[in-house]
């Protein structure tokens, strides 16, 4: 059957509008430019195609009982009448124009017959939901596919979200939706998108296998190292869907993304479904792959009657009982794979216990914990090694990469188990991470977990662009994924299988907007793809420019880490190997009206004298050796593990003029030898390697002064103590939205326990009525107390908001432990005192913390939006995900300057 899908969401941003097809005669249809098919979704794909589920329900592409076709979608998990499948319009639709829809649906459980209806949610702009129905209630049969159809029109165009969803007035089966299709009048927005998307949709279109006899293998290419995996769901691995040839062309090995989890291998006790998951098998061995499992026990997509008395399903099962489930589900689900395809069994791997910690690092409060307790973990494993020895048992979990609490409770969590005798072979990291989450410690939980004697394997890889499709996103994620591949491949003796989370953006469980994987949405190689495969072929005649934010200043100490200005500034690593691996490098850069001044720590711990750092800046280029520099604008300084250099470079020689925003060409690459055979070659912006054209490199980007302030020692009593009137006062002054209605200080105090701060905000309209905390009239402090200067919040960082009532809330990463607030109402406005604990250093006198103050203005009205945001130091409405662009408070005794 031939079908296209429109679909994928919010269309103000051009990448999110997916449009993939097999056949070109109904493209043009939907291209025509009236009465468009603007939703065809008949799930051929095998997957969801733009549906998502609206409240807690699980959606999956099932092959069993379609209404026409090979597939449909099937809604689980329902827990209120209106949860259910939907599917996101924004931008497809006009206010004046009537929309026709038209849907089957099926259910085959609960009573004899049930009504369906499809509703119109838009989300307004001023907060307020608006619900329209879009098809009537429609009495449906059990057992029977019935038709519903219906008319809506959306009465303006004044809101900000709207959506479709598929519901039950009155109960909660389970239920099929098929050939669900949207015709009307598509927004001319829309239309002009698909017009400029057309392009890519032909090239989708271009026989996949075409251009894939151009490119590399990704599992031949990484075969000296581990197999190559990718999850799938069985539609992908048809013949008429393309996603197949890149299947059979780059991955070995196959791991089920859905279909053999509980909730479709074992939907109703003892009605066990192989269908779908035999599907990938079958494929597996035809293609010579091998398998992993996924998974047996986890906190999701398990059925609930798992967890219920037989007798009074409101009651929780026993122990035994759960147990005996539980056995039977891993028993005979191992047996049947290994009776139905004996020594061909591509399975070698299972995923026996997934995600069993949570983020802090404790067992999982899931109902699994609390039936069985918490050797639930151990008789799993043990069912599983007595079904099928042959299998390696792996417990699979995420949010472990950067070597935090959870690796540390994984690490400890198999070592009980190993230490019990309990039959666990591996630890598999997901690796579900984006652009910017810190690589540098996933060296250090690789080595940890594979000094426990066990397998490591990375399950899930994705990437998340964070929403962001643009070219240079999509450029740092390939530097990402380099350098995630360097250290995978550093450390592949530890490593037997890397396996992607799907195989394009257009499938991701992401959605496409997050460009997560290494195909794109017309199937074609990223540059991730490259950047893994064959760094120098990456797509580099794409200006790729990482830029480096270089503040005026001038180092004050022969010792420029010593100085300041330096010294409240992050590193930027060079890090990324484009051949080998060894010595890296971390720069920090300043400029005034004469020079640009580099400072780098080489970490090389194998002394060579022919280790050396190149700069490549503007048309010159630069080069040191270790150990023997000359000349009068360079100083350095050798040592057994590294060597660090200190560069004037006069902005004439390189032909920049010295002006806030102007910009230069910029790389670094680090070359290190042992004797004299070139090991590993590090380099900032050009992964691939090619630094002879200026074309290639990152920039230096001129910037004023970073922010700096300084907050005196002392401990006040209360915001009336006269200590306040001696500290400094900081202008609140940056509007980042809105451009009026408060205007803001905050002065700092510290002492060794804590930092204070007292803000005054002059605002005669206080409002508290909007339940999201940042829409309300409110404070907000974010600290980073090493300084870091990171694009993510790590240890010591923290954001801590304080409306004028006093309530507080803090972002998700914040320790808010020993925080305390009080906040009093002025003639003119209100001010709020914070006392924020130092809980990750030991102030001293001289210290520069990141700091930075933000004021939220709320409007008026019941309701009301945020209308007004401003900021001290940073430049946009970030500072709650990265401390990059805090400014700096220094601790002084006091305050001469
Ligand atoms: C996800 C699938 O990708 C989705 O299609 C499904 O709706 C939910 O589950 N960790 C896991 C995987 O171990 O099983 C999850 O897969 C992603 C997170």
Redesign the pocket.
């Known amino acids: 059957m031939n079908v296209i899908v429109l679909g994928g969401g919010v269309v103000s941003k051009v990448k999110e509008l997916i449009i993939v097809g097999v056949s070109l005669s109904l493209a043009m249809m939907i291209f025509g430019a009236t009465g468009n098919v603007i939703v065809n979704s008949s799930f051929e794909s095998g997957?969801?195609w733009g549906w998502s589920?609206f409240g807690s329900v699980?959606?999956?592409a099932t092959t069993t009982n379609p209404h026409s076709g090979d597939y449909c979608l099937y809604t689980t998990g329902r827990t209120q009448s209106w949860m259910g499948p939907s599917y996101n319009l924004f931008g497809l639709l006009s206010y004046d124009q009537t929309y026709k829809i038209d849907f089957w649906v099926r259910y085959d459980e609960g009573p004899q017959s049930i009504q369906f209806k499809a509703t119109v949610k838009t989300s307004s702009v001023n907060g307020a939901d608006n619900y329209i129905q879009a098809a009537n209630p429609t009495t449906v049969q059990k057992g029977i596919w019935t038709e519903i159809s219906g008319e809506f029109s959306i009465p303006d165009d004044n809101y900000s979200g709207i959506v479709i969803y598929v519901e039950s007035p009155g109960a909660t089966p389970n239920f099929y939706l098929d050939n669900f299709t949207v015709t009307g009048e598509i927004s001319s927005s829309a239309q002009n998108l698909i017009n400029s998307q057309k392009q890519e949709f032909e090239a989708a279109i271009t026989p996949v296998s075409e251009y894939l006899k151009a490119i590399p293998s990704l599992y031949e290419s990484l075969s000296k190292y581990f197999p190559v995996g990718v999850?799938v769901?069985p539609g992908q691995l048809l013949s008429s869907n393309p996603h197949s040839q890149i299947v059979a062309k780059e991955f070995n090995m196959l791991v089920p993304?859905?279909v053999m989890?509980p909730e479709f291998i074992e939907p109703k006790p003892g009605d066990f479904t192989f269908q779908n998951a035999d599907a990938i098998v079958d494929y597996a061995i035809a293609h010579h792959m091998i398998m992993r499992g996924?998974?047996f026990i986890?906190y999701?997509?398990t059925p609930n009657w798992f967890f219920e008395d037989p007798s009074n399903p409101s009651k929780p099962a026993s122990r035994t009982l759960l147990l005996e489930r539980m056995k039977d589900l891993i028993t005979t689900t191992m047996k049947h794979f290994e009776d139905k395809y004996g020594s061909n069994n591509p399975i070698k791997y299972w995923?026996i216990v997934?995600?069993p910690l949570n983020d802090n690092g404790t067992l999982r409060d899931t109902k699994w914990l609390q039936i069985i307790g918490p050797d639930y973990i151990a008789k799993a494993f043990e069912y599983a090694h007595e079904a099928d020895p042959n299998i390696k048992l792996f417990v699979?979990d995420?949010g472990m990469e950067n070597d935090g609490i959870k690796a540390q409770a994984m690490y400890n969590l198999v070592k009980k188990l190993k230490d019990e005798g309990v039959p666990i072979d591996g630890i598999g990291i997901?690796c579900?991470i984006n652009i910017d989450t810190n690589l540098d410690k996933l060296k250090d939980v690789i080595e940890k977990f594979a000094s426990l004697g066990v397998e490591v394997q990375f399950?899930?890889i994705d990437m998340s662009t964070l929403g962001d499709t643009s070219e240079s996103a999509l450029l740092q994620q390939a530097r990402q994924y380099r350098k995630l591949f360097s250290i995978l491949e550093e450390e592949h003796k530890y490593i037997t299988a890397v396996v992607f989370?799907?195989i394009s953006d257009d499938i991701s469980?992401l959605g496409a907007q997050n460009a997560p994987l290494l195909f794109n949405t017309a199937l074609q190689p990223k540059p991730d793809f490259w950047a893994i495969v064959d760094p120098e072929k990456a797509p580099m005649n794409i200006v790729n420019t990482q830029p480096l934010n270089t503040p005026e200043g001038t180092p004050a100490s022969t010792d420029w880490s010593k100085s300041l200005n330096f010294e409240i500034q992050p590193f930027t690593n060079v890090d990324t190997f484009v051949k080998g691996y060894g010595a890296t490098a971390k720069i920090k850069t300043l400029w005034n009206n004469d020079n640009l001044y580099i400072l780098a720590n080489v970490s090389d711990t194998t002394p060579s004298s022919r280790d050396n750092v190149e700069f490549f800046i503007g048309s010159r280029s630069y080069r040191f050796f270790r150990g023997n520099f000359v000349g009068k604008n360079v100083e350095e300084t050798s040592y057994a593990t590294g060597y660090d250099i200190q560069l004037t470079i006069p902005l004439d020689e390189i032909g920049v003029n010295s002006k806030i925003g102007n910009h230069v060409g910029f790389d670094v690459r680090v070359n290190d030898y042992d004797n004299s055979t070139l090991k590993s070659i590090a380099a900032w912006n050009d992964f691939a390697n090619i630094e002879e054209d200026p074309i290639h490199y990152g920039q230096i980007e001129f910037a004023g002064q970073s922010m700096m302030a300084y907050a005196l020692y002392g401990t006040p009593d209360g915001i009336s103590d006269p200590i306040w009137n001696k500290s400094q006062v900081i202008n609140i002054t940056k509007f980042i939205k809105g451009d009026s209605g408060a205007t803001a200080t905050v002065r700092t105090l510290w002492n060794d326990k804590y930092l204070y701060v007292l803000a005054n905000v002059w605002e005669k309209d206080l409002n508290a009525s909007n339940p999201l905390p940042y829409r309300q009239d409110s404070v907000e402090i974010f600290i980073d107390q090493h300084n870091y200067k990171t694009p993510y919040y790590t240890d010591g960082d923290g954001q801590y908001r304080v409306n004028f009532e006093n309530a507080q809330s803090f972002g998700p990463s914040t320790d808010s432990s020993g925080f305390e607030s009080f906040t009093t109402k002025t003639a003119t406005g209100y001010i709020v005192e914070m006392a924020i604990p130092f809980n990750d250093i030991t102030p001293k006198v001289g210290n520069v913390i990141g700091f930075d103050a933000l004021v939220n203005v709320a409007g008026s009205g019941n309701n009301s939006s945020r209308k007004a945001i401003i900021i001290w130091s940073g430049e946009t409405n970030t500072l709650y995900e990265e401390t990059q662009s805090f400014g700096n408070i220094m601790l002084v005794h006091t305050l001469s300057q």
């Open positions: 997957s969801l589920p699980t959606l999956i999850a769901e993304e859905n989890k996924h998974n986890w999701e997509e995923d997934n995600e699979n995420y997901e579900h399950t899930e989370w799907g469980w």
